[in-house]
Structure formats: structure tokens, C-alpha cells
């Protein structure tokens, strides 16, 4: 069965980093099946993509979030994870990583994590 | 970016009866990246619908997915207690964001 928990601080201070990981189980990042994504989502509201990574390392994000954002991925650990920059209270949410399919599911995310809560605040 | 639209914003209905659920898409997706998803309070999302008409592993026959270009459509055909969520559509089309739509919520009527 496979299972993705996200990991890291739910308390960040305004303009600082944060950071989180998604750790995988049950599935290996080094297969090159999938695509490992983030996914966030402000309380009462809908869901934003972040962005992704693949296997090989090559990523896409979303705009918006201006050259803040970065994914990497450590094979090793069977981990991903997530960096933001200049954190602003926009930037709370809960935060979710996911698995995208290739050939399964193709171009759909398969495999949730629970969610991790992110609050902005000094 | 392509933007979706999702209505209605509520859908208010019984048990048993038919939900039908539209996407709008701002410019053509192609049906291999348009996707459908539940969610419950508290919980993470889940694929229902991949390729805008496939069902993902252990949904029921229940819900079903059509349509192209800009309009799609999730028909859930009865309703059972368990549906009542929100429910998401999403495109992987093109180039990033991959965006998703703002959400039904189906409620007990």
C-alpha cells in the first residue's frame, strides 16, 4: 500500500523559509512511474498547485509564487520536499503532498498525504 | 493559464437522486488531462475520475465522467449518504499551473 506522509514545522515566522517533506512508502521515487507533487490549501478554500518533480530531477511550478518555490528530491531517503521563500500569512495552508501518475492514471494525482498544517505568524 | 469553472457552487439533493456537476475550461483540455476528485472534511482528496472518463481503482460505477475541449461533466448517478462532499476538477494541460477548479459542494437536502 502505498502512503506519503508530509513532514516539518507547522509555525513559520513572516519572511522566513518553510520547509517540508514528504516521505514515501510502499512505492520508490527512483521507479520514474510517477511524478511527486505539492498541493496546498488554504482553510475554507480550494486547492493550489505548488509544483512537481520528477525522477530525473526536472521540476515545473506554479508562477505565482514567484521564483519562491522550490521541489527537490532525495532518492535515497525515498523523500521529496518542499521550500518557499519570504513566507507571507498568504502562504498558510495545509499543505499536501501527492503522487501523479504516468502510464497509471495518467496526468491524475493517485496518492494523497494526509496534509500538513503551515501557519504564518509571528 | 487555464482557468476552470465549476457550478454550481451548491448542489442541494437527496439520497438517491442524480448529481450533475459541471467544468468549464477557459480554453481546450485535452480529455487525457482533465481529472475529477473528492473531498471530505478533515481528509485529503481522492481520484475519482482520471482521462475525464475513467474511473480509478475502486470507485464506484456510480460516478462517471464525460465530455471535451471546455465542457465536462462528473454525474454521479444515485446518491448515496457517503458522497455528500466537495468535489474538484483539475486540468494537467499545457503548461503549469495545472490548475483545479473552485469546487461543488453536493449537501443533504
Known amino acids: 500500500q502505498v502512503q506519503l506522509q508530509e513532514s516539518g514545522p507547522g509555525l513559520v515566522k513572516p519572511s522566513q523559509t518553510l520547509s517540508l517533506t514528504c516521505t514515501v512508502s510502499g512505492d520508490s521515487i527512483s521507479s520514474g512511474a510517477h511524478y511527486w507533487t505539492w498541493i496546498r490549501q488554504p482553510a475554507g478554500r480550494g486547492l493550489e498547485y505548488i509544483g512537481r518533480?520528477?525522477?530525473?530531477?526536472?521540476?515545473d511550478y506554479n508562477p505565482s509564487l514567484k521564483g519562491r518555490v522550490a521541489i527537490s528530491v532525495d532518492m535515497s531517503k525515498n523523500q521529496f520536499s518542499l521550500t518557499l521563500n519570504s513566507v507571507t500569512a498568504a502562504d498558510t495552508a495545509l499543505y499536501f503532498c501527492a503522487r501523479v501518475g504516468i502510464v497509471e492514471t495518467p496526468q491524475a494525482i493517485d496518492i494523497w498525504g494526509q496534509g500538513t498544517r503551515v501557519t504564518v505568524s509571528s | 493559464e487555464i482557468v476552470l469553472t465549476q457550478s454550481p457552487g451548491t448542489l442541494s439533493l437527496s439520497p438517491g437522486e442524480r448529481a450533475t456537476l459541471s467544468c468549464r475550461a477557459s480554453q481546450s483540455v485535452s480529455t487525457s488531462y482533465l481529472a475529477w476528485y473528492q473531498q471530505k472534511p478533515g481528509q485529503a482528496p481522492r481520484l475519482l475520475i482520471y482521462a475525464a472518463s475513467s474511473r480509478a481503482t475502486g470507485i464506484p460505477d456510480r460516478f462517471s465522467g464525460s465530455g471535451s475541449e471546455t465542457d465536462f461533466t462528473l454525474t454521479i448517478s444515485r446518491l448515496e449518504p457517503e458522497d455528500f462532499a466537495v468535489y474538484y476538477c483539475?486540468?494537467?494541460?499545457?503548461?503549469?499551473?495545472?490548475?483545479f477548479g473552485q469546487g461543488t459542494q453536493v449537501e443533504i437536502k
Open positions: 518533480i520528477y525522477t530525473s530531477g526536472s521540476t
Open positions: 483539475q486540468q494537467f494541460g499545457g503548461s503549469p499551473p495545472y490548475t
